[in-house]
T-cell receptor, first 113, second 112 residues
Framework: DQQVKQNSPSLSVQEGRISILNCDYT??????FLWYKKYPAEGPTFLIS?????DKNEDGRFTVFLNKSAKHLSLHIVPSQPGDSAVYFC????????????FGKGTHLIIQP | NAGVTQTPKFRVLKTGQSMTLLCAQD?????MYWYRQDPGMGLRLIHY???????AKGEVPDGYNVSRLKKQNFLLGLESAAPSQTSVYFC???????????FGPGTRLTVT
């Protein structure tokens, strides 16, 4: 049973436009959510996170929105740039996250020129 | 400052062979993790450690063992490799929580 779901395996967006990546979760115990970015043949890198006590967190071009009632979060990238082409993983944790993260399957974002 | 390094980068094993994957971090992080990633799947937690000398099972621990004898190293062992263990293995570490984890570049393992 997948507790973190990314239902779009891929997403194609034009350069300069907004990219919106979605993530749903089923475990109501999750209280911290993260987005990781992964290039081919590299390990994932941390991008942005949000605690369940917030509904929005912003860092430069990246904004994460959390809707707890819907168990849904989204990552907005504005404006999208060619270097944003990568696989994006949504992840969640309980408590301090010491016992690891639960990842979604990822969304491959392709930024078209 | 190398961050998180993994050895080896690639390995091919025959069914039944054993091997150890080494993860090293130079950031003085307390927590370390081993994940595996299969095609079309997210990362799944194999084992983790919240400090030197401690280890715990994750989501998919069967067929693997781990050891954390030194704070900076986390070893993942396969005692008798099976084709189902063909995967890319990622090690990660984090400082005081498990949230912002720093990942190594991965080890691609093929078991024939």
């Amino acid at each position: 049973d997948q507790q973190v779901k990314q239902n779009s395996p891929s997403l194609s967006v034009q350069e300069g436009r907004i990219s919106i990546l979605n993530c749903d979760y089923t475990n109501s115990m999750f209280d911290y959510f993260l987005w990781y970015k992964k290039y081919p043949a590299e390990g994932p890198t941390f991008l942005i996170s949000i605690s369940s006590i917030k509904d929005k967190n912003e860092d430069g071009r990246f904004t994460v929105f959390l809707n707890k009632s819907a168990k849904h979060l989204s990552l907005h990238i504005v404006p999208s740039q060619p270097g944003d082409s990568a696989v994006y993983f949504c992840a969640a944790s309980i408590g301090g996250g010491a016992d690891g993260l639960t990842f979604g399957k990822g969304t491959h974002l392709i930024i078209q020129p | 400052n190398a961050g998180v390094t993994q050895t080896p980068k690639f390995r091919v094993l025959k069914t039944g062979q054993s091997m150890t994957l080494l993860c090293a971090q130079d950031m003085n992080h307390e927590y370390m993790y081993w994940y595996r990633q299969d095609p079309g799947m997210g990362l799944r937690l194999i084992h983790y450690s919240v400090g030197e000398g401690t280890t715990a099972k994750g989501e998919v621990p069967d067929g693997y063992n781990v050891s954390r004898l030194k704070k900076q190293n986390f070893l993942l062992g396969l005692e008798s490799a099976a084709p189902s263990q063909t995967s890319v293995y990622f090690c990660a570490s984090s400082f005081l929580t498990g949230h912002e984890q720093y990942f190594g570049p991965g080890t691609r393992l093929t078991v024939t």
